[in-house]
């Protein structure tokens, strides 16, 4: 597994963003899929996770409502769809596969690690 984060960007308050997932291997991934995002100073966060055919999801309370993670198999790539973006949603956005089907928001259940994408949120 290749995972390779992309869609990051500078956007305003109340704004959105797409960040995209690619599993570069082009192989069908029976993996969860998770985004985490680590701010500067902070430590690194959990943002939302996907289980390997997409039933099952689970959002960080600071993103629920906003943020929706899906997943499309076919394309081998999991998004991250953010809406009414906020100054403190900016951090570099890291997506990770899973060691099994379904994860939660512990990092240590994360096996493949994508580079991140950072996001901008301004005020």
């Known amino acids: 597994v290749q995972l390779q984060a992309s869609g990051g960007g500078f956007v305003q308050a109340g704004g959105s963003l797409r960040l995209s997932c690619a599993n570069s291997?082009?192989?069908?991934?029976?993996?969860?899929v998770g985004w985490f995002r680590q701010a500067p100073g902070r430590e690194r966060e959990f943002v939302a996770t996907?289980?390997?055919?997409?039933?099952?999801?689970s959002y960080a309370d600071s993103v629920k409502g906003r943020f929706t993670i899906s997943r499309d198999r076919a394309k081998n790539t999991v998004y991250l769809q953010m809406d009414s973006l906020k100054p403190d949603d900016t951090a570099v956005y890291y997506c990770?596969?899973?060691?099994?089907?379904?994860?939660?928001?512990?990092?240590?259940?994360?096996?493949?690690w994508g580079q991140g994408t950072q996001v901008t949120v301004s005020s």
């Open positions: 291997r082009r192989t069908s991934s029976n993996n969860a």
């Open positions: 996907i289980s390997w055919n997409g039933g099952i999801t």
């Open positions: 990770a596969a899973a060691y099994g089907s379904v994860a939660g928001e512990s990092a240590n259940s994360y096996r493949y």
